[in-house]
């Protein structure tokens, strides 16, 4: 492997900087046609065949020698096996870190209200769980407990009766630690299935696979395509792109602990995208460098070094103000703000899905334990989107009880207002209740 290594290097200042940081974020997920027609004669089969669909694809793709659905249905007392599998020390980070993750979303519970106004009509809202969550986990060797907590608990958080849990086994590999984090998180049911077979089952249902009313959690390019066919006959949390960093620093972070912040984002994928914006010219030579020395060191060096050669860059502004501007039109997936007093800009940021604050907080820390979700919006979408939370698994429905007296009022208002839309039969219907 080549030691040679060069990052981007762009300038805020510059005239075509605006044009250059929109060719560095551009992202298209969408399918393209064969993985879409695939995805499509997949769902198809699911609906029309049910289990023996989802047994026949998970045959074929995951190399699984099951011959019935009853062969892909993991037990609760299996998860709980796992529990007594993984080491002591695991299991202990595993509960301090639900336990945190389920105190954090506790917070975020919203309950139903009513106010009644003074002729007697009552207004309101009534808040409830979905009836059942489905959770999508990749599984294998690329398996992430840290996933089961952050989308299971908050579902739980939120009352939902059921958390019906998806995950491929390739080849007949079980992840202990994720059955583990799904004993932890209160997953009611697993089926080892994976796929856009998986999110067909969860939406549409099959004999054994019961639908659900929202698919939640990440997965691969047949998975987001699957979801993104499916959304409408079920809810689901986003169509997530590749994982993002953006460090705002003064340039008094210890430059390797900014290199290894970005590494943590690129080493998900080569698509992964890692940025750092810096009014210090000094210091992005000195993170340059860092980078460098540091590179070789990592076990996933090569995706690493994919992922910054690709889509990283080293941002050089004018100052802190023109670091929050260039920030917010990012809008990324996780912001640090590795600066000294980091409160004075927190206001000024507008659009991300984490914001992490200081020299010490590490995103790291919020991927597993810190106790916000994350689950975030990715690809610029954090500027009209927010993290997975309680929320998601919360419906309100309005509540309208009107007096005698306030259905009278609100008729007359109702009566003009539906005849100038010409919609005769909701005059009529409003007017009945008018008292004369």
Request: aromatic share 6%; hydrophobic share 45%.
């Amino acid at each position: 492997m080549s030691q040679t290594f060069a990052i981007r290097r762009l300038n805020a200042s510059d005239q075509d900087f605006a044009q250059h940081l929109d060719h560095l974020l551009a992202w298209e997920s969408v399918s393209d046609a064969d993985v879409n027609q695939r995805v499509l004669d997949i769902i198809d089969a699911v609906r029309r065949r049910g289990d023996a669909a989802v047994v026949e694809f998970t045959q074929r793709f995951d190399g699984v020698s099951a011959t019935a659905m009853a062969d892909l249905i993991l037990p609760r007392e299996r998860l709980e096996l796992a529990l007594t599998r993984i080491s002591a020390e695991q299991r202990a980070a595993l509960e301090q870190a639900a336990e945190r993750v389920r105190s954090y979303h506790e917070k975020q519970k919203q309950d139903s209200w009513q106010y009644t106004e003074a002729d007697g009509t009552v207004l309101g809202q009534q808040v409830t769980p979905l009836d059942r969550a489905g959770l999508y986990v990749p599984g294998g060797k690329a398996a992430y407990p840290s996933s089961v907590l952050m989308n299971a608990i908050p579902a739980k958080v939120a009352g939902v009766p059921e958390v019906v849990m998806v995950v491929p086994t390739p080849r007949g590999e079980l992840n202990e630690l994720v059955l583990a984090a799904a004993c932890v998180a209160g997953v009611d049911r697993v089926f080892t299935v994976g796929g856009a077979q998986a999110v067909a089952a969860l939406a549409y249902g099959t004999e054994s696979v019961p639908r659900v009313d929202k698919i939640v959690g990440p997965g691969n390019i047949y998975v987001a395509t699957a979801k993104r066919h499916v959304f409408g006959q079920v809810g689901i949390d986003m169509i997530a792109g590749p994982s993002e960093i953006l460090v705002v620093c003064d340039g008094q972070t210890d430059p390797d602990w900014i290199a290894m912040d970005l590494f943590s984002q690129a080493e998900h994928d080569e698509d992964a995208q890692s940025i750092l914006v810096s009014p210090d010219a000094a210091f992005l030579d000195r993170v340059a460098a860092s980078i460098a020395k540091l590179l070789p060191t990592m076990e996933r060096a090569e995706i690493i070094r994919t992922s910054l050669q690709g889509r990283g860059a080293l941002i050089q502004v004018a100052d802190m103000a023109q670091a929050i501007e260039v920030a917010n039109r990012i809008a990324p997936e996780h912001l640090e703000l590795s600066v000294a007093e980091p409160e004075q800009y927190l206001s000024q940021i507008r659009h991300a899905g984490a914001i992490f604050m200081g020299r010490y907080t590490a995103e790291a820390l919020g991927d597993y334990c810190a106790g916000p979700n994350h689950v975030l919006p990715t690809s610029g979408t954090a500027r009209f989107s927010s993290p997975l939370g309680v929320y998601d698994f919360q419906k309100r429905s309005s509540i309208i009880h009107c007096s005698a007296a306030g259905a009278s009022t609100l008729g007359q208002v109702a009566s003009v207002l539906a005849r100038g839309e010409s919609l005769t039969a909701h005059a009529r219907s409003a007017e009945y209740r008018i008292k004369n």
